[in-house]
Nanobody, 124 residues
Framework: QLHLVESGGDLVQPGGSLRLSCTASGFTLNNYAIGWFRQAPGKEREGVSC????????NYADSVKGRFTISRDNAKNAVYLQMNSLTPEGTAVYYC?????????????????WGQGTPVTVSS
């Protein structure tokens, strides 16, 4: 069975940083492009960032460019999202998703597998 598990969500003050991790069991991530998505209360799920299967190509939502960095370590079967300069608008449940393709994609409907999400709260 294929599973994705997110971790690293927490309560953080505005301006703070968090590093989210996405790990896989039951399959190896190196054949999958990975996306990070988030869903704030009362809002639709939106794309945050995505990375190609080999890590050579990344995309970011305009709202996080320059503050968030996606990376992957295929040897550890993990993908990360470093989030800096967090704002209250970053409060959401963050999900990672896997797409059986090489290219990154910000369209959530292109993804095959999803984790359960990890909550991030940005508040003072």
């Amino acid at each position: 069975q294929l599973h994705l598990v997110e971790s690293g969500g927490d309560l953080v003050q505005p301006g703070g940083s968090l590093r989210l991790s996405c790990t896989a069991s039951g399959f190896t991530l190196n054949n999958y492009a990975i996306g990070w998505f988030r869903q704030a209360p009362g809002k639709e799920r939106e794309g945050v960032s995505c990375i190609s299967s080999r890590g050579g190509s990344t995309n970011y939502a305009d709202s996080v460019k320059g503050r968030f960095t996606i990376s992957r370590d295929n040897a550890k079967n993990a993908v990360y999202l470093q989030m800096n300069s967090l704002t209250p608008e970053g409060t959401a449940v963050y999900y990672c998703a896997a797409r059986h393709a090489s290219l990154p994609c910000m369209n959530l409907y292109e993804y095959d597998y999803w984790g359960q999400g990890t909550p991030v709260t940005v508040s003072s």
